[in-house]
């Protein structure tokens, strides 16, 4: 019942105009038992649009424990290398592009030995209204971080980053 509070509220503030999508793919466990939610940051944007899902540039899976009161976060690296059903081993990443995201839970549940309860994808736009819905999120740059291709230009020291900053920083590849 909380869930779906939660999952409207999110969707009023940040899938217009962006393919934010929160997916229930079966029934939750029981409330004492340990809920997984994969969420997958898309680099699917206007300019890249040839009607395919995109690829998997961030892969997290989110495992709230109600038994011992803690949530972790599991990040994919997205090339670690997988078995891909029908396509042999690739970089997991991959699934997502060549199968959609019924490919890419597949092989994630398969990779991690875990079921996947709720499904969150989104992209570039998604993930910027995210952020600036939340007021923001803080970051502590230790080095000058300067990126052309992303947009990221910090000085060394606290930053505080709206949407457009932050899906700079995200994509930066000079960290």
Known sequence: QRWEGYKEEINQHITQGSETVIEVLDEPPAPEEPLNILIVGKDARPELQDGGPGRADAIMLLRLDPRLMKGYLISVLR????????????NINAALAWGGEELLIQVVQDFLGLPIHHYVTVDFEGFKKLVDVLGGV???????????????????????LDGEQALAFVRSRQI
């Open 79 to 90: 090339d670690t290398r997988v078995e891909i059903p029908g396509y042999g081993a690739h």
């Open 138 to 160: 803080d970051v502590v740059v230790n080095q000058p971080l300067i990126d052309e291709l992303s947009g990221a230009n910090f000085p060394v020291g606290e930053h505080h």
